[in-house]
Nanobody, 124 residues
Framework: QVQLVESGGGLVQAGGSLRLSCAAS????????MGWFRQAPGKEREFVAV????????FYADSVKGRFTISRDNAKNTGYLQMNSLKPEDTAVYYC?????????????????WGQGTQVTVSS
């Protein structure tokens, strides 16, 4: 079993920045790809970004490309999502998740373990 704990969410003005962290425990973090998803009220959970187990490959949703950066530190069992130029439409609960490279990386079903989420609110 893997436990994931997100942190770093909060309230920020439009144009501001936040850095989310995802701390993993219980299994070898470096064996898993890591993704970030978000869910706004009344909407489905949507893909934000993914990074491969080694950190060598990253992919982003078009809506965040150029503004968000996903990264990981396998020595610290921690993943990150740096969010810059935030917009009110980025407001959501953000979740990190781990996958063993089966299924589509941009779908919820492609992930095996999930954190509890952290709230990000961007005011206009």
């Amino acid at each position: 079993q893997v436990q994931l704990v997100e942190s770093g969410g909060g309230l920020v003005q439009a144009g501001g920045s936040l850095r989310l962290s995802c701390a993993a425990s219980g299994r070898t973090f470096s064996n898993y790809g890591m993704g970030w998803f978000r869910q706004a009220p009344g909407k489905e959970r949507e893909f934000v970004a993914v990074i491969s187990a080694s950190g060598g490959d990253t992919f982003y949703a078009d809506s965040v490309k150029g503004r968000f950066t996903i990264s990981r530190d396998n020595a610290k069992n921690t993943g990150y999502l740096q969010m810059n130029s935030l917009k009110p439409e980025d407001t959501a609960v953000y979740y990190c998740a781990l996958r063993r490279s089966s299924g589509s990386y941009y779908t919820v079903a492609g992930y095996d373990y999930w954190g509890q989420g952290t709230q990000v609110t961007v005011s206009s």
